[in-house]
C-alpha cells in the first residue's frame, strides 16, 4: 500500500510563499503521476498541478494557479513539491496529494492514492 505524506503547509501573509512536499512511500506504476489538489471550507475539491515521473510532464489549473505555483520533482526522494507564490486569501485551502497511473488520471481525481492533507492559510 503506497502511503502519501504532505508536509509544509502553515500560515502565511498574503503575498508570501510556501512550499508543500508529497513524499511517497514507494514508486511504482501506480504512482507513476503525482499532482495536487485543494479544497476550501464549503468548495468542492480543486484540481491545482500534477506531474509524471518518467518524461517530467506536467499540467496545471490556470485558474487556479495563473503562473503563480510550481510543480517539481525529486526523482531520488520520491517527493513531489509544490512552489506557492503569491499567495492570497483565496488559496487557503486544506491542500491534499494525489498519485495514480497517469496525469490524466490524476488531473481527473481518480488517483488511487490520497494523501491525509495540509492546511495552507493565508491572512490578507
Known amino acids: 500500500q503506497v502511503q502519501l505524506v504532505e508536509s509544509g503547509g502553515g500560515l502565511v501573509q498574503a503575498g508570501g510563499s510556501l512550499r508543500l512536499s508529497c513524499a511517497a512511500s514507494e514508486r511504482t506504476s501506480s504512482t507513476y503521476a503525482m499532482g495536487w489538489f485543494r479544497q476550501a471550507p464549503g468548495k468542492e475539491r480543486e484540481f491545482v498541478a500534477a506531474l509524471n515521473w518518467g518524461g517530467g510532464g506536467t499540467t496545471y489549473n490556470p485558474d487556479s494557479v495563473k503562473g503563480r505555483f510550481t510543480i517539481s520533482r525529486d526523482y531520488a526522494k520520491n517527493t513531489v513539491y509544490l512552489q506557492m507564490n503569491f499567495l492570497n486569501p483565496e488559496d487557503t485551502a486544506v491542500y491534499l496529494c494525489?498519485?495514480?497511473?497517469?496525469?490524466?488520471?490524476?488531473?481527473?481525481?481518480?488517483?488511487?492514492?490520497w494523501g491525509q492533507g495540509t492546511q495552507v492559510t493565508v491572512s490578507s
Open positions: 494525489a498519485a495514480g497511473n497517469s496525469l490524466l488520471t490524476v488531473r481527473s481525481g481518480q488517483g488511487d492514492y
